[in-house]
């Protein structure tokens, strides 16, 4: 792995390289860049930010991926767990992985993530009701989803925004 050294800019949020950099290594920073908004202690309010991190951590993947966003009561992030690398149709999303790793985390709430390479974001049966069932198990333990986010190629939809929740 390469490291470049970056300079900050003149204004707020720009960066200067002191060598030449490949796409790659680009596409590489606006991982760790977007890892590091989602990183532990930060407190998300805006649901396009939140998208536009999600957007760019799993864009690359080459299949699905469903994931936890964990946060603690005030709403400021624990972590980020890929949990499942297959489809969403079946049963690969198992409830009580969801609900072992919000309790590991000691998670007040959650975002569940499904990142799809292959369709628009548009959200699946399946993933409504997905929701409702994660939703009633993790209810069970006093944690709460504030959103299912369906990442796409073409973007980003909320169930949340959607009423499915």
Same mark, same amino acid.
């Given at each position: 792995?390469?490291?470049?050294?970056?300079?900050?800019?003149?204004?707020s949020?720009?960066?200067?390289?002191?060598?030449?950099?490949?796409?790659?290594?680009?596409?590489?920073m606006?991982?760790?860049?977007?890892?590091?908004?989602?990183?532990?202690?930060?407190?998300?309010?805006?649901p396009?930010?939140?998208?536009?991190?999600?957007?760019?951590?799993?864009?690359?993947?080459?299949? @699905? &991926?469903?994931?936890?966003? %964990?946060?603690? =009561?005030k709403?400021? $992030? /624990?972590?980020?767990?890929?949990?499942?690398g297959?489809?969403?149709?079946?049963?690969?999303?198992?409830?009580? @992985? &969801?609900?072992?790793?919000? %309790?590991?985390? =000691?998670?007040?709430? $959650? /975002?569940l993530?499904?990142?799809?390479p292959?369709?628009?974001?548009?959200?699946?049966?399946?993933?409504?009701?997905?929701?409702?069932?994660?939703?009633?198990?993790?209810?069970?333990?006093?944690?709460?989803?504030?959103?299912?986010?369906?990442?796409?190629?073409?973007?980003c939809?909320?169930?949340?925004?959607?009423?499915?929740?």
């Amino acid at each position: 792995m390469k490291y470049h050294k970056l300079k900050a800019g003149e204004t707020s949020g720009t960066y200067g390289m002191e060598s030449p950099i490949t796409e790659a290594d680009i596409l590489q920073m606006a991982q760790q860049l977007a890892m590091s908004r989602l990183s532990k202690g930060r407190a998300l309010t805006e649901p396009k930010h939140v998208f536009s991190h999600l957007k760019t951590l799993l864009q690359y993947h080459e299949h @699905e &991926v469903f994931a936890l966003l %964990l946060f603690d =009561t005030k709403h400021r $992030v /624990i972590g980020f767990r890929e949990l499942f690398g297959c489809t969403l149709k079946g049963a690969s999303v198992y409830p009580r @992985e &969801v609900v072992k790793i919000a %309790l590991e985390h =000691t998670a007040a709430a $959650v /975002i569940l993530v499904h990142y799809d390479p292959s369709e628009d974001p548009e959200p699946s049966q399946a993933d409504r009701m997905l929701t409702t069932t994660l939703k009633n198990a993790l209810n069970m333990i006093g944690t709460r989803i504030l959103d299912h986010v369906v990442v796409g190629y073409e973007g980003c939809v909320s169930l949340a925004e959607r009423g499915h929740l």
